[in-house]
Structure formats: C-alpha cells, structure tokens
C-alpha cells in the first residue's frame, strides 16, 4: 500500500519560513493536499491540489510537488500558524494521510 | 455552509459492534458529487480512513483494507445522514473517529471528532 512520510516535528522563529516535506512514491504524479490540526480540532485544509489556497488561508501559505516530494511552505510563520501538518493523496480509491510535522513556531 | 454533527456512544465493550451516525446540513447523502467518508486518528496508526459512501444514479460503497469484512457505512436518506458500523472491536479500535465530506477529492468539510474507547 502507498505510504507518505513526514518529518516528526519542525521548529522555526517567528516571522520565519517554514518547510514542511511528504515523501512518497512518484508523489510528483499526484494531487497532494494538506491540512493543519490544531489539539481537539478536525484537520482543516491548507492547500489543495498540490499549490491552491482555500478560502480564507492566506498567501503565505504555498505548495510544490515534484518526483517523490511534495512541499509546503508557510512563509512570516505567525503564532497562530502552531500545529500538526497533514499531507494526503489518493491511491487506488482510498485516501492515504501522512503521519504529520508538528510545527513549533518559537 | 456545510455542517457534520457525529454523535454516538462514546464506550464500547470488545467484540461488540462500533455504531456512529454523522448528520448532515447544508448538502444531501445523496449529493451526485460529495462522497461521505468515515477516518479515525490514533497516537499508534495516526489518520486512517476507514471507508465511503457516495450515490451516482447508485449506491456505491468503498472500505479500507484493514478493515474490510468488519465495516458498514451506509445512508440513510430520510434524515440525511450516513453511519458507521464497526463489528467485532478491540482496544485496537480505540480512536477519535470523524465524519467528512469529500468534493472531488478534497476532504472540505469534517465532523468534530468522536472519541470511542473500546473497554471491558
């Protein structure tokens, strides 16, 4: 089965830039979405189909995919940008998670 | 907007069946784009889709491997909501479970989580 895989954890200062990776197999051939979870909330989406900001996330927030690594970069990282970052494609009709970077924004 | 309310028990005892429902505002079940997706997250197996329902002129049902044979999701169209059917659980089963939307592939809209235990 397809697997993604994240760095554990990524510290960054404040109104810095933070990079977050996914690995996968050829996961420059796929759609990748991410999605940021804050303690005892749902995931929410940050960025769908590798590069596309949702409503209401803000321009700071980018995408890129190429060969095995897809990336997600928070740029001016705020306070408010503290979670666990969530990458996710689909494979074979089922919807494969990353096991997620806790970002520490210090 | 879109809303998903879970509710369900929050314990349940080993070998019994896990039942959650996922109630439905501002879209249909049986929407001919959304597909109504069931995924649990816990510290061992992190975020783990269990399975879909979704209607396109028919029902169509897709379950995770690692739980095919045990799972149920299905809807139910005069209330407007979807359930989750776990059979035969162990601690093994113990997670936050969540209720999505999925619109072309993109999980929009989720639940607020539902922590099942699985206890004697």
């Known amino acids: 089965s397809y697997e993604l895989f994240q760095p554990l954890s990524v510290s960054v200062a404040l109104g810095q830039t933070a990079t977050f990776t996914c690995g996968g197999n050829n996961i420059g051939n796929k759609n990748v979405h991410w999605f940021r979870q804050k303690p005892g909330q749902a995931p929410m989406l940050v960025i769908y189909?590798?590069?596309n900001r949702p409503s209401g996330i803000p321009e700071r927030f980018s995408g890129s995919n190429s060969e095995n690594t897809a990336t997600l970069t928070i740029s001016g990282v705020q306070a408010g940008d503290e979670g666990v970052y969530f990458c996710q494609v689909w494979d074979s009709s089922a919807a494969v998670f990353g096991g997620g970077t806790k970002l520490t924004v210090l | 907007q879109v809303q998903l309310r879970q509710s369900g028990p929050g314990l349940v005892r080993p070998s019994q069946t896990l039942s959650l429902t996922c109630d439905i505002s501002g879209d249909s079940v049986s929407s001919n784009s959304g597909t109504w997706t069931w995924i649990r997250q816990s510290p061992s197996r992190g975020l783990e889709w269990l399975g879909r329902?979704?209607?396109?002129?028919?029902?169509?049902?897709d379950y995770a491997l690692s739980v095919k044979g045990r799972i149920t999701i299905s809807p139910d169209t005069s209330r407007n909501q979807f359930s989750l059917h776990l059979e035969s659980v162990t601690p093994e089963d113990t997670a936050v479970y969540y209720c999505?939307?999925?619109?072309?592939?993109?999980?929009?809209?989720w639940g607020q989580g539902s922590l099942v235990t699985v206890s004697s």
């Open positions: 999505a939307r999925v619109e072309d592939t993109i999980f929009d809209y």
């Open positions: 189909r590798v590069r």
């Open positions: 329902t979704y209607y396109r002129s028919k029902w169509y049902n």
